[in-house]
């Protein structure tokens, strides 16, 4: 079956613009989680969503959010952007977001932002 | 609090056993997890532990849990130049719907 997908893959931003990323996470998974990874913080959870309703968000400012469709798929906005906000975005999707599902994780859209 | 932290870089030869060590500091965690990630891709799941567990092996990986010094680690044997890659250990707790990750281990398997 199809992996978790994500694009764009590669993304150069100017600092201000805003942008979108978009994750399709595999057939039947109803949790999609994102994670912003970074050489100087790793990898930190942004939020996580389940059945179009948002569980569980991390520590970052507002201008990070998220949605998520009926159909799971889901998409993160970042406004107003910043030169720290240059990273990878990982996506993460399993069935039920559970202690006990595993995750799969996409390959990321590298974000640059100049 | 929420660090979990894991030594930066280890280097093996070729069919040597490699340990990476990882400790985590939230006590009500319930599962922890080994992940892979090599150069461009995303984070594959090697491995994960109960956190009632002591031990869990797991083909070449064997992964260890002291749950009273909060350290996990992970012994991959017969090491082999493939699984040169940044390992992450993760922690998750019941109702969070979220992972707490390590800093990440860069290991460097030598020919």
């Known amino acids: 079956k199809a992996g978790v997908t994500q694009t764009p893959r590669y993304l150069i931003k100017t600092r201000g613009q805003q942008v979108t990323l978009s994750c399709s996470p595999i057939?039947?998974?109803?949790?999609v989680s994102w994670y912003q990874q970074t050489p100087g913080q790793g990898l930190q959870f942004l939020f996580e969503y389940f059945s179009e309703t948002q569980r569980n968000k991390g520590n970052f400012p507002g201008r990070f959010s998220g949605r998520q469709f009926s159909n799971s798929r889901s998409e993160m906005n970042v406004s107003t952007l910043e030169l720290g906000d240059s990273a990878l975005y990982l996506c993460?999707?399993?069935?039920?977001?559970?202690?006990?599902?595993?995750?799969?994780f996409g390959q990321g859209t590298r974000l640059t932002v100049v | 609090g929420e660090d979990v932290e894991q030594s930066l870089f280890l280097s093996v030869r070729e069919g040597d056993s490699s340990v990476i060590n990882c400790t985590y500091t939230?006590?009500?965690?319930?599962?922890l997890y080994w992940y892979k990630q090599e150069p461009g891709a995303g984070l594959q799941l090697l491995t994960y532990?109960?956190?009632?567990?002591d031990m869990k092996q797991d083909q070449r990986l064997t992964v260890l849990l002291n749950k009273k010094d909060k350290h996990l680690s992970l012994r991959i044997a017969d090491t082999q130049t493939g699984d040169s890659a940044i390992y992450f250990c993760a922690e998750t707790t019941s109702g969070t719907y979220k992972y707490i990750f390590g800093t990440g281990t860069r290991l460097k398997v030598l020919a």
């Open positions: 057939s039947g998974h109803r949790s």
């Open positions: 993460a999707s399993s069935l039920s977001g559970g202690k006990d599902t595993e995750a799969f």
């Open positions: 939230d006590s009500s965690s319930t599962y």
């Open positions: 532990i109960f956190s009632n567990m």
